[in-house]
């Protein structure tokens, strides 16, 4: 009989067993042990806080998850919420506890009937499928990527290079300099024809976020058919200035401060899609969607001046997606999903979302 319940300190031991039966079968994610080894608060109060759950069969933790509350903001009013986070089975590695996330995804549903999980690693992983079979919502958010350094992209590609034929034809491109000359001239025609000379906007490097990013959430709201909280006080929670692979950046038209954006620079070591290429990865951010676009072309360029390699971002909404496009970013195949489950505005199309890797775990492989 599985007994699923919030975590206690009596429960750490027993976490820790349950996360080495995991990582012995080769699984990487881990359940936390604590509530103290979470970075959001855990009791109610602050914009988003968490709580941790464990499930049982007698005395042997086989499973848990976080459920993270925060608020979902429609055009016409705002709904309480989950983020249904880091759900963790034994089934995965023994088919006698398959039954154990369905029972996870049960009782996060009867704390909150509002549920969404983003990211999950692609539509062929096994959460995607299992809230698929339960009647969720279940979708990719699109993927864009911009090349900037072309020889070190071509060398470290990991997601491209799957054949030796491809790495060949990568090297060659590195090796004789195509790459990095093709990279230069995309640049260019992304400068001519792009975003930034239609509408010119400055960014202002900040530590963490203020009443003007709450006066910016205030005038976006009508703007979007949904998106979660993005005032300062969940966006200090969400990117702590503890985290050094984020930048933040107002977004200031004449002097005005209309907009925001969070990126990450990382440089990578082995990434199993990226190798060891230095990162750019816009993040999250809001704005007007008619400025969208001249933003995406100024960050660019600030993370260019960085030294990155390549620039990725995931993004929802029709808006950013166009400005990415407009700023000559290329699609690619996205892992990275958001599953709704049926009173999580379903109603409200992908394309009218404001969803993004700022939301749910937050950057966490960027």
């Known amino acids: 009989m599985i007994r699923v319940e919030l975590i206690s300190e009596a429960d750490a031991a027993d976490v820790r067993a349950f996360n080495a039966r995991l990582r012995a079968a080769g699984v990487e994610f881990q359940s936390p042990a604590r509530l103290t080894e979470l970075t959001t608060p ?4 602050p914009a988003l ?6 499930a049982r069969d007698d005395e042997t ?3 848990g998850f976080i459920l993270k509350h925060e608020r979902l903001f429609l055009a016409d009013g705002v709904l309480d919420v989950g983020n249904f986070q880091l759900p963790l089975s034994e089934g995965i590695v023994d088919r006698r506890y ?4 369905f029972e996870l995804v049960r009782t996060a549903l009867r704390e909150n009937a509002r549920l969404y999980s983003l990211g999950m690693g692609g539509m062929h992983r096994p959460l995607p499928r299992v809230l698929a079979r339960l009647g969720w919502t279940v979708e990719s958010v699109p993927f864009f990527f911009r090349v900037i350094r072309g020889g070190t992209f ?48 400055n960014l202002t490097p900040v530590p963490d976020f203020d009443a003007r990013v709450d006066a910016v959430f205030e005038a976006c709201k009508p703007l979007f058919g949904a998106m979660l909280e ?3 006080e969940a966006l200090n929670l969400k990117f702590p200035r503890s985290d050094a692979r984020l930048f933040r950046f107002l977004v200031e038209k004449d002097g005005r401060c209309i907009g925001w954006l969070i990126v ?6 082995g990434h199993r899609q990226f190798g060891s290429m230095h990162l750019g990865a816009i993040v999250d951010g809001l704005m007007p969607p008619e400025f969208t676009g001249a933003a995406i072309a100024s960050v660019t360029e600030v993370m260019t ?12 909404h029709s808006a950013w997606r166009s400005a990415l496009r407009d700023n000559l970013f290329l699609p690619g195949s996205s892992n990275f999903v958001l599953a709704r489950s049926p009173g999580f505005a379903t109603g409200i199309s992908l394309s009218d979302l404001h969803v993004n890797r700022g939301d749910g775990d937050g950057p966490i492989n960027l």
């Open 264 to 269: 990450t620079v990382t440089q990578l070591h």
């Open 154 to 201: 071509a060398r470290n590609i990991r997601a491209l290079r799957t054949s030796k034929l491809r790495r060949f034809l990568l090297d060659a491109a590195a090796f004789t300099g195509l790459a990095s000359v093709s990279a230069a001239c995309w640049r260019v025609a992304a400068r001519v024809t792009g975003s930034a000379p239609r509408r010119s906007v």
């Open 230 to 232: 993005r005032g300062s």
């Open 42 to 45: 855990v009791s109610s109060g």
């Open 305 to 316: 001046r960085m030294g990155v390699d390549t620039i990725v971002s995931n993004q929802s």
């Open 61 to 63: 933790v086989r499973g």
């Open 49 to 54: 806080w968490a709580q941790v759950w464990v």
């Open 98 to 101: 398959a039954m154990v996330a």
